[in-house]
Nanobody, 124 residues
């Protein structure tokens, strides 16, 4: 059974940086792609970034491009999301997700597994 556990969220000030982690277990992920999404109160779940587990190909939402880096550590079975120059509008619950294909996707409904989320709050 696939399990995804996020960590690294917290309360930060505008301009700060955070690194979120997603520890993945229960499967060999070589044929998977991993994504990060976020959801603010009253808003739909929004794509942030995605990476293929094997080749490391990446995709980013326009809202975070240039401020965000997604990466994976195969040895640790962990996916990271580095967020820089944080803004109050980045405040949300951040979710890690996995889908059993190497094709990257922005669409949350195409992901098969989800973590419980980690809260990121950016104060102005």
């Amino acid at each position: 059974q696939v399990q995804l556990v996020e960590s690294g969220g917290g309360l930060v000030q505008a301009g700060d940086s955070l690194r979120l982690s997603c520890a993945a277990s229960g499967r060999t992920f070589s044929s998977y792609s991993m994504g990060w999404f976020r959801q603010a109160p009253g808003k739909e779940r929004e794509f942030v970034a995605a990476v293929t587990w094997s080749g490391g190909y990446t995709r980013y939402a326009d809202s975070v491009k240039g401020r965000c880096t997604i990466s994976r550590d195969k040895a640790k079975n962990t996916v990271y999301l580095q967020l820089n120059s944080l803004k109050p509008e980045d405040t949300a619950v951040y979710y890690c997700a996995a889908r059993s294909t190497t094709i990257l996707s922005n669409n949350y409904y195409s992901y098969d597994y989800w973590g419980q989320g980690t809260q990121v709050t950016v104060s102005s």
